[in-house]
T-cell receptor
Framework: SQELEQSPQSLIVQEGKNLTINCTSS?????LYWYKQKYGEGLIFLMM?????EEKSHEKITAKLDEKKQQSSLHITASQPSHAGIYLC???????????FGKGITLSVRP | DTGVSQDPRHKITKRGQNVTFRCDPI?????LYWYRQTLGQGPEFLTY??????LEKSRLLSDRFSAERPKGSFSTLEIQRTEQGDSAMYLC???WGAGAEKLFFGSGTQLSVL
């Protein structure tokens, strides 16, 4: 079965700083999804990456997919307190749109 | 349409009791998923419905768990004889058609088994 490892486990940054978090898969990635979750809440879809080398941006968040490395990175520019939360990566298993998730990365942004 | 709705938001129960959760998907969404998330972990797939048919169940879904979607609209997840290990957030998601990017997640039901 496919496993996703996210790093670092948690991150604390000063407001205004840039940061990068990673998601590495044990198998080839055919579809990689980034979600954000506030503690005790549901998941909010951020971005989907499907092709090697693909890069997508939404506001100050940019995600890339390195197919050869079976890895995706998510970069936040000029972090704000509103960026705080748990960032989860999910991989499409190819069956019934079922997702396998990593453990998540907890991001705290200090004002 | 207010999105995927889950009820209750929180449930505290004693070990051995039965509990039932409800999920109301976005109207006209034909696919409905249940996931379970424990503290510090990502969500884990439990089961999936297309309309009223339950098409896939995870091995995580023991005999004590049962899910239904009787009319292809709302769904219920029942846990019988709850155990402390059942304590988790139970998330429901729905979509119209295939593609995980189309999934909308509910806010979840937090279950605590004492």
């Amino acid at each position: 079965s496919q496993e996703l490892e996210q790093s670092p486990q948690s991150l604390i940054v000063q407001e205004g700083k840039n940061l990068t978090i990673n998601c590495t898969s044990s198998k080839t990635l055919y579809g990689l999804y980034w979600y954000k979750q506030k503690y005790g809440e549901g998941l909010i879809f951020l971005m989907m990456l499907q092709k090697g080398g693909e890069e997508k941006s939404h506001e100050k968040i940019t995600a890339k997919l390195d197919e050869k490395k079976q890895q995706s990175s998510l970069h936040i520019t000029a972090s704000q307190p509103s960026h705080a939360g748990i960032y989860l990566c999910g991989a499409d298993t190819g069956a019934n749109s079922k997702l396998t998730f990593g453990k998540g990365i907890t991001l705290s942004v200090r004002p | 349409d207010t999105g995927v709705s889950q009820d209750p938001r929180h449930k505290i129960t004693k070990r051995g009791q039965n509990v039932t959760f409800r999920c109301d998907p976005i109207s006209e969404h034909n696919r409905l998923y249940w996931y379970r998330q424990t503290l510090g972990q990502g969500p884990e797939f439990l089961t999936y419905f297309q309309n009223e048919a339950q098409l896939e169940k995870s091995r995580l879904l023991s005999d004590r768990f049962s899910a239904e979607r009787p009319k292809g609209s709302f769904s219920t997840l029942e846990i019988q004889r709850t155990e402390q290990g059942d304590s988790a957030m139970y998330l429901c998601a729905s979509s119209w058609g295939a593609g995980a990017e189309k999934l909308f997640f509910g806010s979840g039901t937090q279950l605590s088994v004492l």
